[in-house]
């Protein structure tokens, strides 16, 4: 029997036999540890306990110089899978398996770092543990250390080599569609109605039109085509296409005369399905309409598919010839393809000492 007392501990231990090697040799590092001077400084004291099939960390940090002393027990005494204590963030300094007790365990610490106890529970049952952790202070390590644990947020960025689509360049284009229809009187047998089709092209950004009626309509179409061409820069008119409805589609200006004098046409401006309501004379809608000796007007929608003119002339004993002309302003994107390097940027959570946090009790139990 062998007792030793200090001013903070007072130990008491029996070796009798061989089969008490071990527990001596723990009992001796730790009266070693008090009798030089380096009193154990308790960092952790509590339970910790483990769901089935999972695993739970503790992280606390240490001074160079230090000794890590610890106690674990499994309360049931049932085994724990696993039990290792690592240098944050990879370098294991120790790992047991299968065991559900580890009395006074040493550890020297080489570098201010932070540990991780990791316990690892594989059954489906959980486990419940004790745990206690002290640090002795070497000579060459501070007395006092805050061994407390802050967690922080860390950016991860790496770069992945990719190939990237990019708009090389846009062209734009000028589709031009005119049709001259007559659209007989209400007494011609062939009735007063006329539907003129036309097609906007894929990519079209807007389109105007200009109806007009007999000579009067088409020469006030060319008047102005004429006022374009004074007025507009030689850089425009040089496009290929380009022409007062075109200027109407692009920028919205008009050109037109609008006139008041002469025979009129009723137009409606209606899509397939519309189209057959009013040939079976049929309530139908319409995008626009308007009774009119010559009209026009940019548009900004509908914007693809096949569309119709419903002209309807409500004279008498007058057939009515008509104009009709189309303009779209169709714009092709050209794309190519180019390495890139793409950012993949992650957060993730990180320990850290911090000296003036509070230490943590991480999943303790009261």
């Known amino acids: 029997m062998v007792i030793f007392h200090t001013k903070e501990f007072t130990i008491t231990f029996q070796c009798e036999a061989c089969s008490m090697k071990n527990v001596c040799t723990s009992v001796l590092l730790l009266l070693s540890s008090i009798l030089s001077g380096q009193t154990p400084v308790e960092v952790w004291k509590g339970a910790v306990k483990i769901s089935s099939v999972s695993e ?31 240098e944050w963030p990879q370098s294991s300094k120790f790992i047991e398996y299968n065991t559900n007790k580890i009395n006074r365990k040493q550890i020297s610490i080489p570098r201010t770092a932070i540990y991780q106890f990791r316990l690892t529970n594989r059954s489906i049952s959980e486990r419940v543990c004790r745990l206690q952790i002290w640090r002795i202070p070497g000579s060459a390590s501070p007395k006092k250390f805050n061994t407390s644990v802050e967690w922080k947020t860390a950016y991860d960025t790496t770069y992945i080599p990719s190939i990237e689509k990019y708009l090389m360049r846009k062209d734009t284009s000028i589709f031009n ?4 229809v007559t659209v007989n009187a209400q007494t011609n047998t062939y009735g007063p109605r006329q539907f003129p089709d036309f097609d906007l092209p894929e990519n079209t950004v807007s389109w105007s039109y200009y109806i007009g009626v007999n000579q009067q309509g088409q020469q006030a179409f060319q008047d102005a085509t004429q006022k374009l061409s004074q007025t507009a820069s030689p850089l425009l008119t040089r496009i290929p296409g380009y022409g007062p409805l075109a200027a109407l589609a692009l920028s919205g200006i008009p050109y037109f005369t609008q006139l008041q004098k002469g025979e009129d046409i009723t137009y409606y401006i209606i899509d397939g399905a519309n189209a057959m309501l009013a040939r079976q004379q049929q309530p139908f809608q319409f995008y626009r309409s308007n009774k009119v000796i010559n009209d026009f007007a940019a548009m900004k929608a509908p914007l693809a ?16 010839d008509v104009i009709i002309k189309v303009a779209a302003i169709v714009v092709t994107e050209r794309w190519a393809e180019r390495p890139v390097q793409k950012m993949n940027r992650q957060t993730k959570k990180i320990p850290v000492l911090k000296p003036d946090v509070r230490p943590v009790e991480t999943n303790r139990i009261n």
Not at 177 to 180: A, I, S
């Open 177 to 180: 569609r005119e049709v001259l």
């Open 305 to 320: 598919g096949k569309y119709y003119f419903y002209l309807y002339n409500d004279n008498s004993t007058t057939g009515l």
């Open 56 to 86: 739970e960390q503790l992280y606390f940090g240490f001074a160079g110089g230090d000794k890590l002393l610890f106690d674990f027990q499994e309360i049931a005494g049932r085994e724990l899978k696993e039990f290792e204590i690592t």
